[in-house]
């Protein structure tokens, strides 16, 4: 009845008749499954299908009559249809949310307006060390998105994703340098090859190209990611690069950037704050990045598609020297 895939410590559970679903359905940001039931299939205890790796569980089931969809924790339920007519199910997902729905030709319209919803939740991707291993074996099917905004939401994700790759392998410390008694960090660009690499690594699961060459006519940005959407088209997003204490940072979050993205062609673009300010590096004067935003940039208009994220690169002490001290 039903068919289990084991890949390290990931195993997926898939309902026999519907063995065509992979890790890499689940594994996408956003995913939607479909499939007609028929012969009162809902009415039956039966799991359509369940991943399990260590801090992550993702199923979806029949019982009662009904479809339910859990994600670490949290759980949507369709509306109820215990008959033997053919229905048709959904089963949808993203990064902020879970859903399932049943539709009942012809009367689709009324079940629509019965339906839950989506039920909203804390962002959530698979982890990135299962990814990977999805990855290493081949595991992972591409496809196109939906517009540009679907791969600016997905790129603006992976750019936190990117900084929380930078704290837990400690590669902060490479964007530093020792000058006599002090520290220094090393010059944008190649913070920015740094950061592009990692970005490379999501676009390689996700579908998505980073470059830092330049495409923007006579000027250089300083990264940008492409990516195929949905018509056979492609999507561009500019992304500017500054050190919170750059003499140019307001200049090229008003001015470069908007220039890059219309060059482009696009209404997206991402202005990446660089946030070095260390114990031993006083810069710049500001508290925190959101401080330096909001004093120097919160003023300045802006496309409701343009998106402010910083990056903390902070030289901290290791917990054994501030243990000492």
Same mark, same amino acid.
């Given at each position: 009845?039903?068919?289990?895939?084991?890949?390290?410590?990931?195993?997926?559970?898939?309902?026999?008749?519907?063995?065509?679903?992979?890790?890499?359905?689940?594994?996408?940001?956003?995913?939607?499954?479909?499939?007609?039931?028929?012969?009162?299939?809902?009415?039956?205890?039966?799991?359509?299908?369940?991943?399990?790796?260590?801090?992550?569980?993702?199923?979806?089931?029949?019982?009662?009559?009904?479809?339910?969809?859990?994600?670490?924790?949290?759980?949507?339920?369709?509306?109820?249809?215990?008959?033997?007519?053919?229905?048709?199910?959904?089963?949808?997902?993203?990064?902020?949310?879970?859903?399932?729905?049943?539709?009942?030709?012809?009367?689709?319209?009324?079940?629509?307006?019965?339906?839950?919803?989506?039920?909203?939740?804390?962002?959530?991707?698979?982890?990135?060390?299962?990814?990977?291993?999805?990855?290493?074996?081949?595991? $992972? *099917?591409?496809?196109? %998105?939906?517009?540009?905004?679907? +791969?600016? @939401?997905?790129?603006?994700?992976?750019?936190? &994703?990117?900084?929380?790759?930078?704290?837990?392998?400690?590669?902060?410390?490479?964007?530093?340098?020792?000058?006599?008694?002090?520290?220094?960090?090393?010059?944008?660009?190649?913070?920015?090859?740094?950061?592009?690499?990692?970005?490379?690594?999501?676009?390689?699961?996700?579908?998505?190209?980073?470059?830092?060459?330049?495409?923007?006519?006579?000027?250089?940005?300083?990264?940008?990611?492409?990516?195929?959407?949905?018509?056979?088209?492609?999507?561009?997003?500019?992304?500017?690069?500054?050190?919170?204490?750059?003499?140019?940072?307001?200049?090229?979050?008003?001015?470069?950037?908007?220039?890059?993205?219309?060059?482009?062609?696009?209404?997206?673009?991402?202005?990446?704050?660089?946030? $070095? *300010?260390?114990?031993? %590096?006083?810069?710049?004067?500001? +508290?925190? @990045?959101?401080?330096?935003?909001?004093?120097? &940039?919160?003023?300045?208009?802006?496309?409701?598609?343009?998106?402010?994220?910083?990056?903390?690169?902070?030289?901290?002490?290791?917990?054994?020297?501030?243990?000492?001290?």
């Amino acid at each position: 009845m039903y068919k289990s895939r084991i890949l390290g410590a990931a195993r997926l559970e898939v309902l026999a008749e519907m063995d065509h679903i992979s890790f890499s359905d689940i594994c996408r940001p956003t995913g939607t499954i479909s499939f007609v039931a028929f012969d009162g299939f809902l009415s039956h205890t039966r799991h359509i299908f369940k991943l399990l790796y260590p801090g992550y569980e993702f199923e979806v089931w029949t019982f009662d009559g009904k479809v339910h969809i859990r994600r670490n924790g949290y759980q949507q339920t369709s509306p109820q249809y215990l008959g033997n007519g053919p229905c048709r199910v959904f089963i949808m997902w993203d990064v902020h949310s879970i859903a399932c729905s049943v539709f009942l030709p012809p009367t689709a319209q009324e079940l629509a307006s019965e339906n839950n919803g989506s039920l909203a939740t804390p962002m959530t991707l698979p982890p990135a060390e299962l990814v990977r291993l999805l990855r290493t074996e081949n595991l $992972l *099917k591409n496809s196109a %998105y939906l517009d540009a905004g679907d +791969v600016f @939401s997905t790129v603006v994700d992976c750019l936190s &994703l990117c900084e929380a790759d930078i704290r837990r392998h400690g590669l902060e410390k490479s964007v530093w340098v020792d000058v006599g008694d002090q520290i220094k960090p090393i010059a944008e660009p190649e913070i920015s090859r740094l950061v592009a690499t990692l970005l490379s690594s999501h676009g390689a699961i996700r579908n998505f190209d980073v470059t830092c060459e330049s495409i923007a006519g006579s000027g250089k940005v300083d990264f940008y990611v492409i990516a195929p959407v949905t018509g056979g088209g492609l999507a561009r997003i500019p992304i500017e690069a500054k050190k919170a204490e750059s003499s140019k940072f307001v200049h090229g979050f008003q001015t470069q950037l908007p220039e890059y993205m219309a060059r482009i062609g696009t209404n997206y673009g991402v202005y990446l704050i660089y946030w $070095l *300010k260390s114990p031993r %590096y006083p810069y710049p004067p500001q +508290v925190d @990045s959101v401080a330096l935003e909001i004093e120097t &940039l919160r003023s300045i208009p802006r496309s409701p598609c343009v998106r402010v994220i910083s990056l903390n690169l902070s030289f901290e002490h290791s917990p054994s020297k501030q243990k000492a001290k």
